[in-house]
């Protein structure tokens, strides 16, 4: 493997450290000690088991990422985090109910040794949950303390050579950002003084970012997209990344939009509906937090469907999002769609889409990928927002300014030749070598010629 | 507009002829007639409706396609056909019960001065259709003979510049190439004896490409793609294309595998059904037809999520498809399909998607699209096989030897490359200019360095 | 026809008003006027279209409802009501989109000469609406006196016989029963002070009664359901009706939870979401009048599937109603459940059911039966709550203390049952002969002998 | 309990024996195991979880079925039978991949003690099967003979009072019944000469009447509804019943089209398709098998939707039926339905349902409840076609030139007036009280008089 001199090497362990250890978090460490014990494949998991082409004609092959790019073998993967209930990893990967009891059973050990740190919580940002296992301090400089000494502590036992940081917890109530979120100055004072419009998922990102660990937001709270923070990831050097890991109902979405667009097919309406019964349903079936994920959803077709460019076929979509708390389903999310269309002469017709998926086996794999790439990325001296990575989110993070892509295709492409990029091949197309390239070279020597 | 100077320009008439003057050609000849009025708007087309990104940085923008090349104008369109029945395009409109009586009455005039040419027909080919409006002569030599005089004729009263033809008549029944269709010698023998092997479709297609007329192929029919008719594209310097238009279920095939491919998610099966009621699902209704159609929808996925390469995502899929034909819904096809992936540890999820689409208004911007680009291929000097229409078809035709694209959006990707390239642009991908490009230049001088 | 002695005879004509002559109205009066014209069929009209069985072995036989019970015929039928646009009934159904153009065409003269009379409104109660063509008194004693005397007139212009109103208003907004709804007394002395928890239905229902007009209540609004207005019922004997038009999901609910039932299986939750887009969505829109429907849908099940009698199948059922604005389908309603159920050991299993209905289709026969039943009822001299027309209702109103019926095939027994009864023929199962009668009577010989 | 002096009582142990031992049959006996230790609750069981309505008025009650009439107790059954593979009971349920393994581990002693006997097994009927466990014996005269050695056998060992056969094994290929199936004299004949007219479970059937084991056909065969084999049933005085359980999409649609005659509304087309990969589906995937299911399907719609009495809604109905063999599912049978359905003034309306249920898991009640009430028939001396059971058929055999009910909720009256006849108890609509008697009797005394 061709590695850039400036690419630090995979050695040693490295810690992924997550708030909140619930079903995402139980499904990807157990699915983690799974693949490494050979018990099963982990599959949706690009780092793992997705290939990349490269080169041209004669050098033209197909690798697995994992092959082509340095990255940390799950072997050197350790895992820790907080959580607001006491339970460990084997009890709280029971109590999620994800899993099978067989496969749980096989990796009891493992699991049950991983116990929470307590959690820094406040009521007020998810009002649907309570805890206890959470820490004493209340004053928001003095979590920010204790979350450092926690991430220092568990670097050392567990002997880290570096950490990630993945957010796996519930989606706080909406707010929009204020003064104190706007600089790295405010928002210190902020926390000394207390200011209660910074979110407890802040404080964590504060404790990593000050730690020089990359972020990751896996649900759609403000935080890491906050100047303030940007400022203390850019003065750190640190890779950050956000935010609501895309999984089920928009992932189909940032898939069919695109083909809609690329068929010149006018959209009239999109209704979308939820039903999931897990804790993060829950926690959503209070409109305040709803409002943080509808906000997070709803921005996905405008930025495909560009209805600027195109009022003819795009002006007016109407599009609603909606989730439901429904407990008969538990963490099986099932998301129905409702498409309108039109072709030819305006001409109606309909799209349903009805996916039954399963919540937290969608986004497992993506907490790996995010933990092994920002990993990747803080070792080839990338830091601040990961654009390159918006293939994960729902509402990807860009430099201010810029317009966040959200089909899924171009986001591959985008994460593909940044792999391509680092390891010194040329950037292309997702789509390989163009095979007509030559015969077009053929046509060009005798049309221009 | 920059034109190469390789390029004929679009000037004067082009005659669009069609064997076959149902429900998918009333539907395009209307439609053509209606946007040109102002009466309707051409979604569906890329030629009328969509944009291209070209450039880079300062000079990027978005151009309507039919700004961008030099195509032909709709209102140099003219129209022509065969038919098995007399019915003029209005009778035949509306019998065929696609667009709606006030439309269609704005438009009586023009479409009923349209009159079918009698048609080659051969019941063997086409069980469960019957005519009348068919030519005298029985030997295939003639009936070429009398199909070029067809074809000469129209283009003599209509005064056209340029033709094209493309095929919007049924489904022939599945046979595989033998021995006449291996090259043109033997296939003018075999015209000369009627070898029953030779189909309509290839009367149409040979008469076509002996007066240089591009020829594309809409239904699933074995016909231009036979060593004798490739050779006699190249001979003739004839762009040709085919086959079979890729509309509903397939499309939905092409948008959604490829979305699931680029998540790493596993596909266990893939169950697909179409009911329609018109008279293509009578057509297939009878197993020899619905043969060539199931082989010709059948290869989708296979080149879409390569088992070779994943075997353990893609390796074994079991992908089965069915057309039912269902009066009750006329024109209005519905495809219903489920597909069993797997995600994170194997773990099984459903997709179910149902497309209440309708058959001839995915069908007809395909014909214009088809027949505009067609004609400006021929005009930019390609002939023969064009593989950048691989975005029209559910089997694309290839250079023997290649394999098929069927990703939609690498086919777009194909398809824009070349008409920038037609245009003297830079190739890009489908993703407009790579927004991280400046960003990693800077990383680039950084870590190269 | 046997008549019984007792059945008023129905002739002369029958005067149908209507508050609210918006899309189901007119798809109402454009069906009858089309069906009186021989231009269409009036499907999904029991009176109209359906069979009821009576008679035993030799004298069993199948006749049209219409023919075995004396109704008004639909010659006979004039139509008025009131509304808060001035539109004519033409111009009304134009805009309510539900029919199409060339039948409204057809009706065009008759449609425009019906206008309505100006109603009584209150935005208080229909948030989401506002119109200006509404009568000027403001005090609700004055405003009944008013709605009294627009019926006179309307009897006297057009000759009735007799008359019969059905609400076919909006949603009002959720409202509990309060002092002034608890007897006739107390809700006269309100009218005269213009008390806010009358509502504007109320005032239409007391005008009806008061003239011994019966009434019946097509959306779930508090209405005839109160004691005072009950009280006025009797006092007139006057029958009444309601609530709420059991027309597309919960229709549907109630055919397939009794199957459920049937099979003994279980139900551990059942989602149902509706989109809509018409005026009806649009009020709905407004929480405090969802509400109003959601407690209307939200009772129908545990009437079929009864968890206190059978708590291991149906003990613990998580039923959850929505209904969302969407634009883009106009009246085209579209449901969509999800049932989880399970069967055998507790193994589960789903039922989806996606009804893409038609909302004033399937309400506006409902109008016309209910105006012909309940006339007939008056004219059998049956006064006050009419259970028997239960089948109509999302909520059957019943005599204080009796739980309603909700299973559609029950229903359907109960009505023809009266039917039967008041036809003097013996009351029978809705199974007609029970075909095992013969056979068990022998084995009742052999085996009670 | 009040049982008729003529019913013999339920003493003793009751054997139940199915040829065919697979994934129905294991269901079945895991089931009934599992519910006697009180491990799993027997939910879709009529005779273990449903309730009957009896009396009136103040003599009103609900009980559960099982102790209204005299039923074999589970903890009174055995099982046993045949099977064309040797497995034992345990392996043939782990191999049919229905119930889940904890479960079965549970059972495994219970179940591993029950062995198949050896089949009679003719490839003819069954082309995608073929197994070694099958009777040495060839000629069809000396396999009854076998079969009936078997049925003594297993009774003297597994000391039963009483036996009932239920066919739990596959669909044979279609045949119309011919002339020696007429008569039994001619069958008895057929079976001496080895006529290949005569299929397997002809010979199971004819051995269980002659010994007077009552026989019920869980697949759509021809087999006890031929003369030959009725005449038997009546000279040993035997109960029989069929054919093919009513599980699935069948089930749904006569539940459904009831629901849509109550109301009226016309029917177009229904389109239904079924997707399953297990054994069932295998055998299905031959044509000749499929066409013998196809009968069985087609003929439900036409007994509900009587197009003869009202043309103008039912007159013309597409019924279109599929079953589609598709591994990925096992057992896990899908089905999904389009209903075209029209309502007023003709207007197009859809029902789309997507059934995800469980083959098994719908069949084994079913042949819980037909073992248990076959015997009832017997010890009440009730012989040949038992038409009260028709509600669990899709193909109800009735007396020769009798039509079968196929409506859901006539049948459960049917059945449930027998049971309450049987215990001598007044027959009642499935809808208890009805509530409306009291009222309409102080009507009628009003009106009549």
Known sequence: MNIPSSLVPATGRLGVLMPGLGAVATTF????????????????????????????????????????????????????????????LYEAARQANVLERPLLDQLQEELA?????????????????SGE???????????????????????????????????????ERYHEPGPVHMSLAAFEKGLHENDPAIAPSMLYAYAALKMRVPFAMGAPNLCVDIPALEELARLTNTPIGGKDFKTGQTLMKTIIAPGLRARALGVNGWFSTNILGNRDGLVLDAPEN?????????????????????????????????IEYYPPHGDNKEGWDNIDIFGWLGYKMQIKVNFLCRDSILAAPVVLDLALFLDLAQRAG??????????????????????????????????????????????????????????????ESETHS
Chains 1, 2, 3, 4 share one sequence.
């Open 29 to 88: 460490v157990a699915g983690v000690l799974a693949a490494r014990k050979g018990l099963a494949y982990p599959a949706g998991s690009l780092t793992q088991a997705a290939h990349i082409q490269t080169g041209k004609g004669a050098t033209e092959r197909s690798s697995l990422i994992r092959d082509f790019v340095p990255l940390t073998k799950l072997d050197d993967l350790v895992f820790g985090g907080w959580d607001i209930y006491p339970d460990n």
């Open 113 to 129: 040794a991983i116990r929470p740190m307590k959690a820094v919580f406040d009521r007020h940002y998810v009002r649907n949950l």
């Open 133 to 171: 296992w959470v820490k004493e301090t209340t004053n928001k400089w003095e979590q920010v303390q204790d979350l450092m000494a926690d991430i220092e502590q568990f670097s050392l036992i567990n002997h880290c050579q570096r950490l990630v940081m993945v957010w796996c917890a519930s989606t």
């Open 290 to 322: 709803f409002q943080t994920k509808e906000v997070s959803k709803g921005r996905v077709l405008e930025g495909i469907l560009d209805g600027e460019l195109s009022p003819e076929l795009w002006g007016d979509i109407h599009h609603k999002v909606r």
């Open 382 to 443: 990338m830091s601040g927002i990961q654009e390159w990575l918006g293939f994960y989110w729902k509402s990807p993070q860009t430099e201010p300014g810029a317009s966040p892509v959200h089909d899924l295709f171009q986001q591959l492409n985008k994460l593909e030749n940044m792999l391509r990029y680092l390891m010194g091949e040329e950037r292309m197309t997702t789509f390989g070598l163009d095979q007509y390239e030559e015969e077009t070279a053929e046509v």
